[in-house]
């Protein structure tokens, strides 16, 4: 990977992770991840934001700076803007190698330095709003931004490049290649980046929209020419573009969703996919549309992601052995930890001996705070009566969500 300069003293650096491996050990990335990291050179010369020893990245960051003349050696501060260890995991081999770099941090940051790196001489507390002058006209600002994504995260302003260090902040999943910037990017491949922005944002930041909303709000003075985030595209020619879209985001917590609907389905033998046909065909009629995910076939990851977006949701799942359907259960558990509330709901689904879905799954709509239709659920495989049931149900879902 090349470096690509930002200014002429800022430089972006970034390793494309492309594994198996899950991010967060939860979150699958097919399309690979970036983890992007800053070099500002002034006198003193400053890297944000590292990376974990993973498929490679601290020697891609060692050979990108080296192509700018930089060697690990050089570095006179590293400053963490966030401290999962996505971005910091090889902070400890790094301060072995460079005896001089001081570490900078959010006091809680500082905190995390020390009990997952066990540093606790190079790591200084920068509070809100202070600077540090690189020299050469490079100074660096601090701005709190607490749980965007964890407690301790802060991003990081430059002034002379007008330019938002910004972490998890304005993120997505997809790795890069050698193209960088979003004027760069073809329509195509920004059409696939919102795609992974959505995801990466219901997986990683939903539960802290109202976070995300604060951050955004005390930023919003700051004549930001670049959104630097530490995954994904660098915003340069639009960067307005990425902080709508996160407000748009965080948005859906507050009820502003799309007039869609996630279904989300799993089936032991045809007869509940027989049922959800039906609901289908009610649901075209009023013209609205839907998303279709089938679990466990499909990783709750992209599930999370459209049900994030979407106003209405069907779950459409059997009974089984009286419960709720085992792969469905921990798809609507994912959904209460990320906050995914109040939705409007149908529920269908077929069973054998004798239902129990039912009751366990209006539990957890009670949690979820879920505005639930009346469900439909049958013995065996469905009726032509409960075919016209189904169809006016999903015609009703789709009215309401077209109505919110
Ligand atoms: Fe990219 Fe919350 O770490």
């Known amino acids: 990977m090349k470096v690509h300069p930002i200014t002429d003293h800022i430089y972006a650096l970034h390793a494309d992770i492309r594994s198996d491996d899950l991010f967060e050990g939860i979150w699958p990335i097919p399309y690979g991840v970036s983890l992007n990291s800053y070099l500002v050179k002034g006198e003193k ?34 400053i963490l803007n966030h401290l999962e260890p996505d971005h910091t995991g090889w902070l400890g081999e790094f301060l072995k190698i460079n005896q001089k770099a001081l570490v900078l941090a959010t006091a809680k940051g500082v905190e995390l330095v020390k009990n997952f790196y066990f540093e606790h001489e190079r790591v200084r507390v920068v509070k809100d709003g202070e600077t540090l002058d690189l020299g050469s006209g490079q100074v660096l600002k601090f701005f709190e931004t607490p749980n965007v994504h964890w407690p301790e995260t802060m991003m990081t302003w430059s002034e002379s490049g007008g330019v938002l260090f910004s972490c998890d902040g304005f993120g997505a999943f997809g790795a890069l290649g050698e193209r960088v ?30 976070f995300v909303k604060r951050a955004i709000d005390k930023l919003s003075a700051l004549p930001i020419k670049v959104v630097a985030p530490s995954h994904g595209i660098i915003w340069r020619a639009h960067p307005e573009t990425i902080i709508q879209r996160y407000l748009r985001y965080a948005g859906y917590l507050e009820g502003k969703r799309e007039k869609e609907i996630a279904i989300v389905w799993g089936s032991m033998y045809g007869n509940t996919e027989r049922g959800l046909k039906h609901v289908i065909e009610g649901i075209e009629e009023e013209k609205v549309s839907y998303t279709i995910h089938r679990v466990p076939n499909e990783n709750v990851s992209f599930v999370l992601a459209d049900v994030y977006k979407s106003e209405g949701v069907v779950i459409a799942m059997p009974t089984y052995e009286y419960k709720m359907f085992p792969p469905m259960a921990y798809v609507l558990d ?61 015609r009703e879902l789709a009215r309401r969500v077209k109505g919110a």
């Not at 944000?48 to 006179?76: H, M, T």
């Not at 004027?183 to 929209?209: P, T």
């Not at 109040?342 to 039912?358: D, N």
Request: glycine share 8%; aromatic share 12%; charged share 30%.
């Open 45 to 78: 010369i400053a890297l944000l934001d590292l990376v974990r020893d993973w498929v490679g990245a601290p020697v891609e960051l060692k050979n990108q700076l080296a192509s700018v003349g930089v060697a690990l050696e050089d570095i006179d501060y590293v």
């Open 334 to 394: 994912i959904f209460e930890r990320k906050h995914v509330v109040q939705r409007k709901v149908l529920r269908i689904g077929s069973y054998g001996w004798v239902g129990g879905a039912k009751k366990e799954y209006e539990a957890k709509m009670a949690a979820l705070k879920w505005d639930s239709l009346e469900s439909v659920e049958w013995a065996g495989a469905p009726t032509q009566e409960i075919a016209e049931i189904l169809r006016e149900r999903g």
């Open 181 to 210: 910037f979003d004027d760069e990017i073809s329509e195509d491949e920004h059409d696939f980046f919102e795609a992974e922005s959505l995801r990466y944002y219901a997986n990683i930041i939903a539960s802290f929209g109202t």
